[in-house]
């Protein structure tokens, strides 16, 4: 009985080793228009609220599907603000040329393309 028991962990164990893991994305932000410049730390794109002071484009992590940035004029993602909507994001640079100055963002899946909601 222990023996099965013993058995039956390993397996499992080993199962959730081989299984396939969700690819997790990250953002990383440039002062450069052009995904050039300094970059910023690479942060998730989990649909919290980032600073984007004093940068100019970004490049979500390639490979991990479809995703959504909005940016705002405001620091801290206001809820009741408006902010610009830029959908289909998987791993290009996108320059971030709103008219405005951009001062924060939110990243999520494309299937979430708001205030991580």
Request: proline share 4%.
């Amino acid at each position: 009985m222990r023996f099965t028991a013993a058995l039956a962990y390993l397996v499992a164990a080993l199962l959730s080793t081989l299984a396939p893991q969700a690819a997790h994305a990250g953002i990383t932000a440039f002062s450069g228009s052009q995904c050039d410049g300094t970059a910023g730390l690479n942060v998730p794109c989990d649909g919290s609220c980032h600073q984007f002071d004093d940068r100019h484009s970004f490049r979500v992590d390639g490979g991990t599907g479809d995703h959504c940035v909005t940016v705002f004029k405001d620091p801290g993602c206001p809820g009741q603000g408006r902010g610009a909507f830029l959908p289909h994001q998987t791993g290009q640079c996108q320059d971030v040329n709103t008219g405005t100055n951009v001062r924060s963002f939110v990243c999520a899946k494309d299937t979430v393309c708001s205030l991580g909601a």
